[in-house]
T-cell receptor
Framework: AQSVTQLGSHVSVSEGALVLLRCNYSSSVPPYLFWYVQYPNQGLQLLLK??????LVKGINGFEAEFKKSETSFHLTKPSAHMSDAAEYFC??????????????FGAGTRLAVHP | DAGVIQSPRHEVTEMGQEVTLRCKPISGHDYLFWYRQTMMRGLELLIY????????DSGMPEDRFSAKMPNASFSTLKIQPSEPRDSAVYFC??????????????FGPGTRLTVL
């Protein structure tokens, strides 16, 4: 079964610093991988997705992630953090099911704090 | 488009009472998902529908939980009787046939349920 591990439940950075959120996956088939963001009191919003095209994926709000098969990783980065980036970030992997739909398996989430 | 609409946003009830959560998916989306988010278990898929038909309900915790989708624009998640351990944020999400290939789901703002 597919699974996702997010290293670090809390990450704190200074405004303007590099953001690095880690995600490792386990998948028996070539995966689709995703990063979702959840702002306080809101639902999840898709940041970016990897679907076996380019290994470096660019998303919204200046975020990007690189798929590294050899490391089974899909880490999320942003060169310069902004206060508005404070949120919870979820990595997810697709999980094919008998119904023909690829369910999403979410990691536990990483809460990003940005301080002045 | 208004996005996925959920009601109520907050629900406080007493143990043993019936609770009904409501969801209106994005128009044209024929996949609908119910998730539960807790600190202990993270984000869990409870059930999903395709064209109003339940496809996979293996995530529904027990018989106290039931979900229906009587038409393409409305779904309910019912808990009867409710218990304190059901306290969580419940999300509804929807997706279109094109987007579902890549697991892009659109989430509602969630219903925060507290069972006393």
């Amino acid at each position: 079964a597919q699974s996702v591990t997010q290293l670090g439940s809390h990450v704190s950075v200074s405004e303007g610093a590099l953001v690095l959120l880690r995600c490792n996956y386990s998948s028996s088939v070539p995966p689709y991988l995703f990063w979702y963001v959840q702002y306080p009191n809101q639902g999840l919003q898709l940041l970016l997705k990897y679907t076996s095209a380019a290994t470096l994926v660019k998303g919204i709000n200046g975020f990007e992630a690189e798929f590294k098969k050899s490391e089974t990783s899909f880490h999320l980065t942003k060169p310069s953090a902004h206060m508005s980036d404070a949120a919870e970030y979820f990595c997810a992997v697709s999980d094919p099911d008998p119904g023909g739909y690829n369910k999403l398996i979410f990691g536990a989430g990483t809460r990003l704090a940005v301080h002045p | 488009d208004a996005g996925v609409i959920q009601s109520p946003r907050h629900e406080v009830t007493e143990m043993g009472q019936e609770v009904t959560l409501r969801c209106k998916p994005i128009s044209g989306h024929d996949y609908l998902f119910w998730y539960r988010q807790t600190m202990m278990r993270g984000l869990e898929l409870l059930i999903y529908f395709n064209n109003n038909v339940p496809i996979d309900d293996s995530g529904m915790p027990e018989d106290r939980f039931s979900a229906k989708m009587p038409n393409a624009s409305f779904s309910t998640l019912k808990i009867q009787p409710s218990e304190p351990r059901d306290s969580a944020v419940y999300f509804c999400a929807s997706s279109s046939p094109v987007q579902v290939t890549y697991n892009e789901q659109f989430f509602g703002p969630g219903t925060r349920l507290t069972v006393l």
